[in-house]
């Protein structure tokens, strides 16, 4: 008999270990804590059984118009079908806008440093002092679990236990799932073994992540009428039903009608379609 194996799925960590064994976060990937994600799928359920409900209530009543136990059933078993589903859909998209949210902090937080940094050596400091000293400033400007406060504690650690600078950095790009970190630190590692003017490529970079942040925010700000159209478009129908069933009884009858069943559920996976194209539209990088 042969024995069929089962492939396990190889994930990221969450977190990886410095050269001076402290813990470093894994951007490229984002882990909700239980409570955040059972919190998460527990709102996401409730809503779409909500939903559930306000659609598919009422199926299998009598020709009196009265419940009947298919009734009873049919309303906890859809109710609970459709918030499954709603918990399954919305739980990914959330786990994602975690995700570049933190990234969006993340290259706010080390373009500030970029200034910062391009300031110190300009006043005739050195790259290790440089790196000492916006790490003192950006502390009066941040709290001390923003992520660039930790990775420049991660650095000057690295450096007071004779690693190389260039080398902190290289892993820090690498960590940040982010290109404008990595070729930072692409180019700072060639260039500072080989005597590269290190004030200028600084400078360079921070011009280009603000002109790349400026554009990205003209473009939010463009496209923000659209998102909240979208919400709007996405939600109306979900209003517009539950009114009818609200103002006439009679009328949403033809709800739990087997056309009227099939109607809804038809509506429904498209509006749902037509959310996440409208999100992936919607959702432009520079």
């Given at each position: 008999m042969s024995k069929k194996t089962k492939k396990q799925k190889v994930t990221e960590p969450e977190f990886y270990r410095s050269a001076t064994n402290i813990q470093?976060?894994?951007?490229?990937?984002y882990y909700m804590k239980k409570m955040e994600k059972l919190l998460t799928v527990a709102a996401a359920f409730v809503i779409g059984a909500a939903?559930?409900?306000?659609?598919?209530?009422?199926?299998?009543?009598?020709?009196?118009?009265?419940a009947t136990t298919t009734t009873i059933v049919l309303d906890i078993l859809i109710p609970c079908i459709v918030g499954a589903v709603a918990a399954k859909l919305f739980l990914p998209v959330r786990i994602a806008s975690k995700k570049e949210k933190r990234l969006r902090d993340?290259?706010?937080?080390?373009?500030?440093?970029?200034d910062a940094l391009t300031t110190s050596l300009s006043s005739g400091k050195n790259v290790v002092d440089s790196f000492s000293s916006v790490y003192e400033d950006l502390k009066i400007q941040y709290d001390e679990d923003a992520y660039i406060i930790?990775?420049?504690?991660?650095?000057?650690?690295?450096?007071?236990?004779?690693?190389?600078?260039?080398?902190?950095?290289e892993d820090f790009g690498k960590r940040?799932?982010?290109?404008?970190?990595?070729?930072?630190?692409?180019v700072f590692k060639i260039s500072y073994r080989k005597g590269g003017n290190i004030k200028d490529i600084i400078r360079n970079t921070h011009s280009i992540i603000s002109d790349k942040m400026e554009i990205s925010e003209d473009i939010e700000t463009i496209v923000t009428s659209n998102k909240m159209e979208q919400k709007i478009m996405i939600f109306m129908p979900i209003a517009l039903v539950a009114v009818i069933k609200f103002m006439s009884p009679e009328f949403a009858e033809n709800f739990v009608t087997p056309s009227g069943i099939i109607s809804t559920t038809i509506s429904i996976a498209i509006f749902v379609i037509a959310y996440f194209i409208g999100r992936s539209v919607l959702n432009i990088k520079i």
């Open positions: 470093t976060v894994n951007y490229n990937v939903i559930g409900l306000l659609f598919y209530g009422g199926i299998g009543k009598d020709s009196y118009g009265e993340l290259n706010h937080q080390f373009r500030d440093m970029l930790k990775e420049l504690y991660v650095i000057l650690d690295g450096v007071r236990n004779n690693v190389a600078i260039e080398e902190l950095l940040s799932g982010l290109e404008d970190i990595k070729s930072f630190a692409n």
